[in-house]
């Protein structure tokens, strides 16, 4: 289902209407459109124009206008995946400049209230004073945003220590279109009924969203993937009354499709004092892979996996030279991060998995990195890595495609087996990296302009196929690129689609948010903005 997005007044007087109402700016000149449209995407949708709120009166004011003109909108707190995912001819609120305070951290209770622009490195040098973090992280994106990571399900490299982005959402204080503001959060049956008995439009969204849980509950369980990261569709598995009728949780990894998030309560866990990296280096990332479940029960914090295409782009971009020097021989790497009160227990720790690996068949190079000048190092190592894939030397095309999928962690080697053959099969060059032990894996599809649609669409099909038949998610850290939609019957059946669609049509039923993402998207047998890119 698409719909065609139609404006009822020129960017020009809509631009005027909006700075009568807010304190923030209204950009609406190319430089700032086209922006909105470029990032290594396979398509560009360039927006109306794009409203810089001074605070969060000025994101209320202007949903009033759009709302008033009918204006589609793009709520953007920051990255990551903010650039080329824009609706066109909607109205981005770009709250990544100016909204990003944190209001409290409380301690005790082991929470911080943040406004959407805020960085989770800030937030996290903030809670460190009291001896705790947010878990939940972002690889390679230094500018990205909390907000950001809500609206994309984004999950970071210690999964192991906090869990996902949405199991460090508490509440969050949201904006509907049509205007209603209320806080989401766990809801007891005893509450629901309260909310619905209410009346209301909130009562009116809360009786829906009960509706929709009772009538699609023995789907949801049957058909949802078991894996640990899962973007695809919406998250609608935290309705059902073992997750505590969790709206807020719903809500993450949506894309910004449903509501508009102003204000975020987030977790903060213990944060480890001492932290020790040990790098493992394979003769290729499939047997690498082969050895999450043995690495993993020596309970790192984090685990990462690279392949030795992004050091063939380092090298090629004469990049990273010291980082290069400290990993171990090989073409694919594990990087564990283990955390601990002292050096002694995380070195420990470490040299206890190495002993392990020693005495079995296969032993993998090994650097235990503890000093924490080498640790600072590595971490950048891979960050540099992906920038080398995404504008490196020696690519046949300047923006690589994106792409990325998850499986169970004991399935990620089979699976890259299999989907490198894929790859081979239509003569595609790829990065492959990713979160290996919660089985999420990101590629850096290096397709040639000369492609045509029709064989990235049969090997997209045959991709589908391969991530259904491991019983997998086609997104695993943001939510679904704007040509995925004609796939999620595959992964999900139409019945779970049906029910994905009646859930955005409860908070947006006149598409205005963000329309042509999750279920509204335009198809990849049709792909203008794929051929523009291609």
């Known amino acids: ?52 709120p001074r605070n969060i009166s000025d994101v209320v004011e202007a949903v009033a206008v759009c709302r008033k003109h009918d204006a589609p909108i793009m709520p953007h707190p920051g990255g990551p995946a903010w650039t080329g995912h824009c609706c066109e001819s909607g109205v981005i609120i770009d709250m990544s400049q100016f909204l990003r305070g944190i209001h409290s951290i409380d301690p005790d209770r082991e929470r911080a209230l943040v406004e959407p622009g805020c960085s989770p490195d800030v937030l996290r040098s903030r809670a460190e004073a009291y001896g705790l973090t947010f878990g939940s992280g972002l690889s390679g994106y230094d500018q990205g945003t909390l907000g950001g990571m809500i609206d994309n399900g984004a999950r970071g490299g210690h999964a192991f220590m906090a869990g996902c982005t949405a199991e460090n959402v508490h509440s969050l204080d949201i904006l509907t279109y049509d205007g209603l503001r209320m806080t989401v959060g766990p809801t007891s049956e005893k509450d629901l009924e309260l909310i619905i008995g209410g009346g209301g439009r909130r009562g009116e969204i809360y009786a829906a969203l009960k509706a929709l849980r009772d009538k699609y509950a023995d789907t ?86 690279i392949d030795d295409s992004l050091v063939r782009s380092m090298k090629a971009e004469q990049m990273r030279s010291e980082e290069l020097q400290l990993a171990p021989a090989g ?48 971490r950048k190592f891979r960050e540099a890595g992906l920038a080398a894939t995404t504008h490196g030397a020696g690519l046949r095309m300047a923006r690589p495609i994106r792409e990325d999928a998850a499986v169970h962690p004991q399935d990620v080697g089979p699976y890259l087996r299999e989907y490198r053959a894929l790859l081979d099969k239509y003569g595609y060059g790829c990065s492959l990296y990713g979160h290996f032990g919660e089985g999420c894996i990101h590629y850096r599809i290096d397709c040639i302009a000369r492609e045509r649609i029709r064989r990235w669409r049969a090997f997209v099909d045959e991709k589908t196929d391969l991530v259904v038949r491991y019983n997998g998610s086609l997104s695993t850290e943001q939510a679904d690129e704007p040509a995925q939609a004609d796939l999620l019957p595959k992964l999900y059946g139409d019945a779970l689609v049906q029910a994905f669609c009646e859930f955005k049509a409860i908070w947006d039923p006149r598409n205005r948010l963000n329309p042509g993402r999750v279920m509204d998207s335009f198809s990849y047998a049709r792909p203008l903005h794929l051929r523009r890119a291609m």
């Not at 950009?27 to 409203?51: K, N, T, W």
């Not at 420990?348 to 080498?374: I, T, W």
């Open 331 to 378: 073409r694919g790497w594990l990087i564990l991060e283990f955390g601990g009160e002292t050096r002694e227990e995380t070195a420990g720790r470490a040299r206890q998995l190495m002993d392990e690996l020693r005495c079995k068949p296969g032993v993998p190079s090994m650097k235990l990195l503890d000093d924490p000048s080498d640790e600072a190092l590595i």
């Open 220 to 305: 949801i369980r049957a058909r949802i993937p078991k894996v640990p990261r899962r973007v695809s569709g919406y998250a609608i598995d935290q309705l059902l009354p073992e997750n505590g009728f969790n709206v807020a949780r719903a809500l993450v990894g949506s894309g910004g499709t449903c509501a508009i998030v102003l204000h975020a309560e987030l977790r903060l866990v213990p944060s480890p004092p001492v932290r020790t990296l040990l790098v493992l280096g394979y003769p290729d990332i499939f047997r690498a892979a082969d050895h999450i479940a043995e690495v993993t029960a020596f309970k790192p914090i984090g685990l990462e996996g």
């Open 1 to 52: 289902m698409v719909h065609s997005i139609l404006n009822a007044m020129p960017a020009e007087a809509l631009a005027v209407a909006i700075r009568r109402r807010i304190r923030g700016e209204v950009r609406i000149d190319r430089h700032s459109r086209e922006l909105c449209a470029a990032d290594p995407v396979p398509y560009r949708q360039e927006p109306m124009g794009v409203v810089i």
